[in-house]
């Protein structure tokens, strides 16, 4: 019982995977602060229909994007999947679809630092078992 606890604190304490954390963080925060807020004058709660999607009170268009943030949009599908699946619990609430993107923002933010952060570990573990870190490695 007590391997659950020590291997989310080793994965906790990699420094790779902290540094892809704090970089993902940063570049993503930075990329969504940049666009401007979807405003609806008449109806707040009810975004109109349109190919983009509503992401932190944000349109995100994947045609009109950078290619650094489709990429970063690519490598956190797991995570968006993740999201979109915990986002399914706050259904009953009903929530306005600008409080709704936010939620949705929250939650992809959430599960892609866990992505993130377990990607550096494995990537460290891995790293040192074959750099003569031994078989022990991932223990």
Not at 20 to 37: D, G, M, N
Not at 108 to 131: D, H, N, P, Y
């Amino acid at each position: 019982m007590k391997a659950v606890p020590e291997f989310i604190r080793r994965a906790a304490s990699s420094r790779l995977g902290l540094c892809l954390l704090a970089a993902h963080l940063v570049y993503v925060v930075w990329e969504f602060a940049l666009k401007p807020s979807a405003t609806y004058a008449k109806t707040p709660c009810v975004a109109e229909p349109s190919s983009a999607v509503l992401i932190a009170g944000r349109l995100y268009h994947w045609h009109y994007e950078s290619a650094p943030l489709k990429l970063i949009t690519f490598l956190d599908l797991p995570a968006m999947f993740l999201a979109g699946l915990a986002s399914k619990c706050f259904a009953p609430l009903r929530l306005c679809d600008f409080t709704s993107s936010w939620v949705d923002a929250v939650l992809i933010l959430f599960f892609a630092s866990v992505q993130w952060l377990l990607f550096g570990f494995v990537v460290e573990a891995l790293f040192r078992r074959f750099a003569g870190g031994g078989a022990g490695a991932l223990r």
